[in-house]
């Protein structure tokens, strides 16, 4: 069964700190994975990655993933409060349109 | 540009009742996809519209079925409701299908099942 799984479950870190999410996927030939945050409503689009080895960056955020390994993390640098949410990250399934999601990392960032 | 809507945004419902919900995708996306969120199951797909036509459908039971209208809007139905229904109903649109396009998603419709 295409499962993906994310680790930390949750996370605490300070205001400053640089945190790495990983999302290891046991789903053979995808085409993309997302990246999302969400806080109290709805996921939040953050990264969609289809290449590997080809890191995508915005502001603080960044990624990358690693189609040999099956493995994509997703690193924040210098922390702030406003990034406490849990970060999400789902794969296609191959011949779909459907995406299999992870449980999540719960990340919270202390002033 | 308008984002994704979905009404009610909040629901309770008795056992053996059945719901509607909406979702609104945003202007020109014409592909829109459901799922289910649980603290114990995270986030289950449970299908996708695609120019009216249903595409793909997740590992729920027949209670749940859905349909999209030419103007790609969308209702999900839920039959005979049970407690395990409870969840937050998340509905996500994207401009085409296609690993190439992102899914944006409406704020979700919460249904309490008592």
């Known amino acids: 069964e295409d499962k993906v799984v994310q680790s930390p479950l949750s996370l605490v870190v300070h205001e400053g700190d640089t945190v790495t999410l990983n999302c290891s996927y046991e789903?053979?030939?995808?085409?993309?994975l997302l990246w999302y945050k969400q806080e109290k409503k709805a996921p939040t689009f953050l990264f969609m990655l289809?290449?590997?080895?080809i890191e995508k960056k915005s502001g603080r955020l960044s990624s990358i993933l690693d189609k040999k390994e099956l493995f994509s993390i997703l690193n924040i640098t210098a922390t702030q409060t406003g990034d406490s949410a849990v970060y999400l990250c789902?794969?296609?399934?191959?011949?779909?349109?459907?995406?299999?999601f992870g449980t999540g990392t719960r990340l919270k960032v202390l002033a | 540009k308008a984002g994704v809507t979905q009404t009610p945004r909040y629901l309770i419902k008795t056992r053996g009742q059945q719901v509607t919900l909406s979702c609104s995708p945003i202007s020109g996306h014409r592909s829109v996809s459901w799922y289910q969120q649980t603290p114990g199951q995270g986030l289950q797909f449970l299908f996708e519209?695609?120019?009216?036509?249903?595409?793909n459908k997740g590992n729920f039971p027949g209670r749940f079925s859905g349909r999209q209208f030419s103007n790609s809007r969308s209702e999900m139905n839920v039959s005979t409701l049970e407690l395990g229904d409870s969840a937050l109903y998340l509905c996500a649109s994207s401009l085409g299908q296609g690993f190439t396009y992102e899914q944006y998603f409406g704020p979700g419709t919460r249904l309490t099942v008592t």
């Open positions: 289809t290449s590997s080895g």
């Open positions: 519209y695609f120019s009216e036509t249903q595409r």
């Open positions: 789902a794969v296609e399934v191959p011949g779909t349109y459907k995406y299999i």
């Open positions: 789903v053979t030939n995808f085409r993309s």
